[in-house]
């Protein structure tokens, strides 16, 4: 199986803009889960879709929101950037099932906010 | 809140030798995974382990193996015979089990250097 695939690999915006990622899950998964990693906080949770359905929520500021479609791609928008919304933003996809439940990731997103 | 603490920021060995990484974990739940993934210089997170708090015994994986002690709330990795391509950062991980809360709440991480 094609393992979870993330687009683009490398972004630079500058601050005030908006930016879209893009994730495709594991063919078979239904959840996809967003975390950012920065040198400073580490590896945080933004949210997990499942179904189309935001199904939990990290703890960030409005300005990041999400989607699931119908095939269970995940896009994650950020709206007003900021310079510290520069970080490595990575998905995971997983059955979303309450047992035997195991996350696969991408190979992340870099965005670089100038 | 469920909060894991790896505290060894770094480590260091030769390839071949053995080298445990310590996690602890602090959580009310009773039902949760524990994870260890490794990332290395390319970002890709990979998954290293996994054990269920239900079970007793340890996970292993080839070279990699966990020493879970639920009671203590803690979740130690052992890598035998290392190999240079074992060098990366690596995180340890919790899950609750409940659907719906099921994020990932990561350590800090250890940088982990395999010497030749």
């Known amino acids: 199986k094609a393992g979870v695939t993330q687009t683009p690999r490398y972004l630079i915006k500058t601050r005030g803009q908006q930016v879209t990622l893009s994730c495709s899950p594991i063919?078979?998964?239904?959840?996809v889960s967003w975390y950012q990693q920065t040198p400073g906080q580490g590896l945080q949770f933004l949210f997990e879709?499942?179904?189309?359905?935001?199904?939990n929520k990290g703890n960030f500021p409005g300005r990041f929101s999400g989607r699931q479609f119908s095939n269970s791609r995940s896009e994650m928008n950020v709206s007003t950037l900021e310079l510290g919304d520069s970080a490595l933003y990575l998905c995971?996809?997983?059955?979303?099932?309450?047992?035997?439940?195991?996350?696969?990731f991408g190979p992340g997103t870099r965005l670089t906010v100038l | 809140a469920q909060t894991v603490t790896q505290s060894q920021p770094e480590m260091s060995v030769q390839e071949a030798e053995t080298v445990t990484l310590s996690c602890t974990y602090d959580?009310?739940?009773?039902?949760?995974?524990l994870f260890w993934y490794k990332q290395p210089p390319s970002r890709q997170m990979i998954l290293v382990i996994r054990?269920?708090?239900?079970?007793?015994q340890n996970a292993t994986e080839n070279r990699f193996s966990v020493n879970f002690q639920k009671a203590a709330k803690s979740f130690s990795l052992k890598i035998s015979d290392s190999q240079l391509g074992d060098t990366a950062m690596y995180f340890c991980?919790?899950?609750?089990?409940?659907?719906?809360?099921?994020?990932?709440?990561f350590g800090q991480g250890t940088r982990l250097t395999i010497n030749p």
């Open positions: 995971a996809s997983s059955l979303g099932r309450g047992d035997t439940d195991t996350q696969y």
């Open positions: 063919s078979g998964h239904r959840s």
């Open positions: 879709y499942f179904s189309e359905t935001q199904r």
């Open positions: 959580t009310s739940e009773s039902n949760y995974y």
């Open positions: 054990q269920e708090a239900y079970k007793q």
């Open positions: 991980a919790f899950m609750n089990q409940k659907l719906g809360a099921q994020k990932l709440v």
